[in-house]
Nanobody, 120 residues
């Protein structure tokens, strides 16, 4: 499966953004989908995931502010990001795998990243 992430940009603190991850080659409904992010000088970290049964999982740092969802008809996964903070600044990447995990090594397929920059 090929993944294409989009929707990043430069916003101010408190603003919202919606990231999209479009898939081709296979249907997304076959996978657990996740978003990870990596800030400069830091390791990649888990942000959110949605399982094949549509259970959702979030990092504590984004819980209550970010929402992951999937539209199997459009073969796309979304990450709605509200109340953005400067510490959310990072490159966000989507990933596909068989089961849920917060570990990036579990995910077999990755899209390219999209930059999110939140100014204070």
């Amino acid at each position: 499966v090929q993944l294409q992430a989009s929707g990043g940009g430069l916003v101010q603190a408190g603003d919202s953004l919606r990231l999209s991850c479009a898939a081709s080659g296979r249907t997304l409904s076959s996978y657990t989908m996740a978003w990870f992010r990596q800030a400069p000088g830091k390791e990649r970290e888990f942000v959110a995931a949605i399982s094949r049964s549509e259970s959702t999982f979030y990092a504590d740092s984004v819980k209550g502010r970010f929402t992951i969802s999937r539209d199997n008809g459009k073969n796309t996964v979304y990450l709605q990001m509200d109340s953005l903070k400067p510490e959310d600044t990072a490159v966000y990447s989507c990933a596909a795998g068989g089961i849920y995990s917060a570990k990036d090594s579990i995910y077999a397929y990755w899209g390219q990243g999209t930059q999110v920059t939140v100014s204070s």
